[in-house]
């Protein structure tokens, strides 16, 4: 199939580091390869949008962009619509749904848009088909169509990915909020641990997730370690698209399987753990799915009490926080020993999110938690580089340690930061001790 233009979106800070992925993926450079905003913009193939769907762990899409063109009015969609071959695309007896986004559109209802482009696509099958048009199918598409309004255009795009490429496919049991795997890689790639232009990780650090969940962050980092492609488990929507060939999806999914490195391999040490005996079952289940059971270790136990798994490595940590959870039901900081102890540090992370709001104060149980957690990695995790994941500005202080790093990060509409953390002995501070420049952002 003749060269087309892809939009591969992402979450918004993470555009280098998907560029860098794409780049090592294709080969891609210059102005083949363009960094947007929210995304990448690739010129390339059939073939590489089959090739990054099934690899990429930092893209949510493969979009092809089908049309692009200045609109003032809604009648302006419909035939901007209506000039693109969808019949290249999709048939007739195939059903399609249409999902619109707009950045400062002067058009009024994006319903009434969304109603014009699929009136648009419905006319020109009509005519081109003896009367016969796609149906509409909001849950289940064959197909999906995304149309972008911004102030002067209408950009039309074909899906290739279907689902969204985070659903990697192994994941079945899941805690309340999961982190979404795309941003459990950009989190391992902004810590420098993974390095997407290269694919290679770094193998003597050992990493570590003190409040795994449902396992997101180890499996993700045991795939990318393995060599394993991020969407070998799961069906994409190309794969219902006229374009697609059955006989070069098989062959590319084989020398994709080809490059995996054995199941068992010793390739880097993955350990995770949680407070909750039935997140880290859940987490046992999808890791044996993923495929990567022999390269996770993980186990139950108290984030305050746990001890090193290693001698050094990288602790990485995405506690649960104000709108991506609420916590209820959970054992509290008196619970008796014998009894449940199902979230008690989830529940103090949560109040510190509060406390970052204005909705609890600064001396809550959150907080208490974090100091506490920070006087344990003093403790027992000299020489371990630790990087936490929150919306709480305020988290290094009342950790009392200074971050050397912070980088901006985006979970869903959450803004967020990676802090980054040292630990060495005596690295313990009060607040407002001096402390070496941080990189702020």
């Avoid at 003749?2 to 979450?11: E, G, K, V």
């Avoid at 090592?24 to 390339?44: C, F, N, P």
């Avoid at 798994?309 to 995405?318: C, E, F, S």
């Avoid at 009894?339 to 600064?362: C, F, K, L, Y």
Wanted: charged share 25%; glycine share 10%.
């Amino acid at each position: 199939m003749r060269s087309m233009q892809l939009f591969l979106p992402c979450a918004a800070g993470v555009e280098d580091f998907l560029a860098q992925e794409v780049h090592r993926l294709t080969g891609l450079a210059g102005e083949s390869l363009m960094v947007a905003r929210g995304g990448v913009s690739v010129r390339a193939g059939w073939a590489d949008a089959m090739k990054l769907n099934l690899h990429l762990r930092l893209a949510q899409r493969v979009l092809v962009q089908v049309s692009r063109t200045p609109y003032r009015a809604e009648d302006d969609l419909y035939r901007a619509a209506h000039d693109v071959p969808w019949e290249e695309w999709f048939t007739p007896r195939q059903s399609f749904k249409i999902e619109t986004t707009s950045q400062a559109s002067p058009l009024k209802s994006l319903n009434f848009a969304t109603l014009r482009i699929k009136d648009a696509i419905a006319d020109r099958f009509r005519e081109r088909a003896g009367g016969v048009r796609p149906s509409i199918e909001t849950q289940r598409p064959d197909v999906r169509v995304f149309a972008h309004l911004d102030a002067e255009f209408l950009s039309l795009y074909v899906d290739t990915s279907g689902e969204p490429l985070f659903k990697r496919g192994w994941r079945v049991d899941k805690g309340d909020a999961p982190l979404k795997e795309t941003l459990a890689a950009a989190m391992l790639a902004a810590s420098g641990w993974w390095n997407p232009e290269t694919g290679q990780v770094s193998a003597d650090q050992p990493l570590y997730d003190p409040c795994c969940g449902s396992g997101t962050i180890v499996i993700e980092a045991a795939q990318i370690a393995a060599g394993m492609a991020a969407g070998a488990q799961r069906r994409f929507g190309f794969e219902k698209l006229l374009p697609f060939k059955a006989a070069d999806w098989q062959a590319l999914r084989a020398q994709a399987m080809a490059q995996d490195k054995p199941a068992g391999a010793a390739v880097v040490q993955v350990f995770g753990s949680d407070v909750a005996h039935r997140m880290v079952d859940f987490a046992e289940r999808n890791a044996e799915r993923a495929g990567v059971s022999g390269l996770v270790s993980l186990r139950g136990g108290d984030a305050l009490q746990r001890m090193p798994p290693a001698d050094g490595g990288v602790i990485m940590l995405n506690p649960p926080y104000g709108e991506r959870i609420e916590v209820g039901g959970v054992a509290g900081a008196g619970a008796s020993r014998r009894g449940p102890r199902v979230g008690r540090e989830r529940a103090q992370m949560t109040e510190t999110a509060q406390a970052a709001d204005g909705s609890a104060g600064p001396d809550d149980a959150g907080a208490d938690f974090f100091a506490k957690l920070a006087t344990h990695w003093k403790k027992n995790y000299p020489g371990w580089t630790a990087w936490v994941l929150t919306p709480d500005l305020k988290l290094p202080s009342r950790m009392r340690l200074k971050e050397s790093r912070r980088v901006p990060m985006w979970n869903g509409p959450i803004e967020c930061r990676l802090f980054k953390f040292q630990l060495q002995a005596g690295s313990f501070r009060a607040p407002g001790a001096g402390a070496t420049p941080s990189d702020a952002a």
